[in-house]
């Protein structure tokens, strides 16, 4: 039933939700926010592989890429000027967030959206209309303004708006967009790579505007979060919505919870020194070290450059974009897969599978990549070695799809508590894009110098927290966030933070939600 309340094992109150129409259009517009991010990942790998772009704007690149064969492949494409292009967007994402953490609390989950929007639209008309590396790279500025406000505000509203049985389930939504995003933009880059006269890629970074101009009418289409709502003082307005959410008049107990919650959040005044007390360490350690390790795995090299990559492992051209492709729909078939079974299965199993499985595709690859080009470089790669290549790229693809990558956003997003509920997820859209930014910005130079050896160095990031994951991580499938502290305070490690009974933020009111 959707307004009634039910008691938990642990003795709290849980309200259960269904899937309104009203909640499902919600979301779905809602999560239209993750089509920005995925359609960048795809597009600048695929530009900065196509000759006409190359020879443009970055002529040196251009000439060693064309060296022949018996050239080090490892390093034909190492060019801080080029990646400092791809990855300028995420360093300004980064600076980004600690604004979008502000505009979120003070404004609303739905106004941050329609800012994210609003400059990405800005961003692909100047990167469309580009003349020189200068307006390239402030276009990339200005994109990387829009991902900062979309991935602080929609993952925050969808996991508000989700009923908490369902919260897996509707919050990885923006997860899927990206991935429908990345595939988007490998489809165009393979239709646009052989127009005569090679502006093509103009097409690619202009129809970045698209995807924007849904996140941006969607926004203005949308109410806010009731809890957003309540806390900015719109009560009945909040209500209204509710019960549109809920698909039931019977909100009464749970919205005067949410209001009851909403007043102890207002009593924290410093949510960013808050969040650095003890009884936050579990989340402020889940908020740094979950991003941190998702880009660790080594996903944003495969995405961003694997145009590039294939092209430097001997893929001709229009091969190595159609490549592209091939793990562009992997991405979002394995993705489907996670959304069917996040709030079945759990957090866990996912993370632990998952990381298991991009573990042994990482060490594959790096070997197949040692055993043909070696420590020089040099070589050229046979058709059965490549097709075993992009089989376990896929199986890589595949298990971060499942895994980490929608698990990497939901898990943050539904550990908070109201009060510190921005300042956490600012935190960890920060530490994802400042390490995104290193990692875009370094991982030519590193395929340079580590040569296969670079996938071996992901493969060691993949030990780590798949182990993190199965000491530290509790699983959180089902829970409300009310009831959270009790999952901290039962974990072997994080119950000396949490004690047993303890209140998280001070609340033990029954928020929906997250």
């Known amino acids: 039933m ?46 900065t592989s196509m000759d006409s772009f190359l020879s443009e704007f970055f002529p040196s690149v251009y000439a060693q890429a064309k060296a022949n064969k018996d050239s080090n492949q490892y390093c034909k494409f190492d060019s801080q000027l080029l990646t400092l292009f791809t990855s300028s967007l995420y360093l300004s994402a980064l600076a980004t967030s600690f604004v979008a953490a502000s505009v979120t609390r003070i404004f609303g989950r739905k106004w941050s959206m329609f800012c994210g929007g609003i400059t990405f639209l800005a961003g692909s008309a100047l990167n469309g209309a580009a003349t020189t590396v200068m307006m390239l790279i402030l276009g ?15 993952p925050l509203y969808l996991s508000e708006m989700a009923p908490a049985n369902l919260r897996g389930m509707l919050n990885i939504g ?32 202009g129809l970045a505007g698209v995807p924007a101009l849904i996140i941006t009418l969607g926004a203005l289409a949308l109410p806010d979060t009731p809890n957003s709502l309540i806390a900015r003082g719109y009560n009945a307005e909040a209500k209204k919505v509710l019960v549109k959410v809920r698909g039931t008049s019977d909100v009464h107990d749970e919205y005067d919870d949410m209001v009851a919650a909403s007043e102890e959040a207002k009593a924290i005044k410093h949510p960013w020194r808050n969040i650095l007390e003890p009884k936050y360490r579990p989340q402020l350690t889940i908020a740094v070290l979950i991003p941190l390790f998702q880009q660790l795995t080594g996903i944003n090299v495969i995405m961003f450059y694997a145009p590039v990559l294939f092209l430097t492992i001997g893929f001709g051209g229009d091969a190595s974009l159609m490549s592209a492709v091939i793990t562009g729909l992997v991405n979002m078939f394995a993705t489907i897969i996670s959304i069917i079974c996040v709030d079945r299965l759990g957090r866990r199993a996912l993370f632990l599978q998952g990381g298991t499985q991009m573990f042994v595709s990482q060490v594959v690859v790096g070997t197949l990549i040692a055993i043909q080009f070696g420590t020089t470089g040099v070589g050229e790669m046979p058709r059965s070695y490549a097709l075993l290549l992009v089989l376990f790229i896929c199986l890589y693809v595949a298990g971060f799809a499942w895994s980490w990558g929608p698990l990497g956003w939901l898990v943050p997003s539904e550990v908070f508590s109201l009060e510190i509920r921005s300042a956490g997820q600012s935190i960890a859209v920060s530490v994802n894009m400042m390490i995104t930014f290193i990692i875009g910005q370094a991982f030519l130079t590193m395929l340079c110098h580590l040569k296969f050896g670079l996938f071996y160095f992901f493969a060691a990031w993949m030990v780590v927290m798949t182990t993190f994951i199965a000491l530290f991580l509790p699983e959180t499938k089902g829970v409300p966030i009310d009831e959270m502290n009790t999952v901290w305070s039962k974990h072997w490690f994080w119950s000396k933070y949490v004690p047993a009974g303890g209140r998280e933020g001070g609340s033990n009111h029954r928020m929906h939600g997250v």
Not at 29 to 43: E, M, P, Q, R, T
Not at 187 to 200: C, Q
Request: aromatic share 12%; glycine share 20%; charged share 5%.
């Open 2 to 47: 959707a307004g009634g309340v039910v008691v938990s094992a642990s003795g709290g109150k849980v309200y259960p939700g269904r899937m309104t129409a009203f909640v499902f259009f919600s979301c779905l517009v809602a999560s239209s926010g993750g089509l920005i991010f995925g359609y960048d990942i795809g597009i600048s790998g695929g530009v």
């Open 174 to 205: 923006f997860q899927l967009m990206t991935t429908i995003g990345i595939l988007s933009a490998n489809l165009i880059n393979y239709a646009t790579v052989s127009i005569e006269g090679g502006w093509g890629w103009r097409i690619g970074l």
């Open 140 to 154: 990339r500025i200005l994109l990387g303004i829009g991902v900062g406000f979309a991935n602080q505000s929609v």
